[in-house]
């Protein structure tokens, strides 16, 4: 079973910035994706950005180009870099998971794919 503990959200004025971590376990095998997600009230649940094992990445037109994800592999741990970012990323954060040898065997950003989620952390940008 995959552990995910999500931390680092909290409240900021729009331009600034702030980075979510994820201390991940579990992992039965070295082939998965981890990815991170958000919602916000009356709206679906978003795929923002992902990385596979390998450290491949992918990320939703919404962030490209101001959110980074990365792993730090020595803590075990998924990052998400907010930069420059604007109230309408407010939301809460998710940090998800599958391993590839028993779910889909691609990294996406469909949510249904993903079979092991964080409690999630609230980010809240302000005009």
């Known amino acids: 079973q995959v552990q995910l503990v999500e931390s680092g959200g909290g409240s900021v004025q729009g331009g600034g910035s702030l980075r979510l971590s994820c201390a991940a376990s579990?992992?039965?095998?070295?082939?998965?994706?981890m990815g991170w997600f958000r919602q916000s009230p009356g709206k679906e649940r978003e795929g923002i950005a992902n990385?596979?094992?390998?450290?491949?990445?992918r990320y939703a037109d919404s962030v490209k180009g101001r959110f980074t994800i990365s792993k730090d592999n020595a803590k075990n741990t998924l990052l998400l870099q907010m930069n420059n970012l604007e109230p309408e990323d407010t939301a809460i954060y998710y940090c998800a998971a599958h391993d590839f040898s028993s779910t889909v065997p691609i990294c996406t950003l469909i949510s249904p794919d993903f079979t092991d989620w964080g409690q999630g952390t609230q980010v809240t940008v302000s005009s």
């Open positions: 579990g992992f039965t095998t070295g082939r998965y994706c």
């Open positions: 990385i596979d094992n390998d450290g491949h990445t």
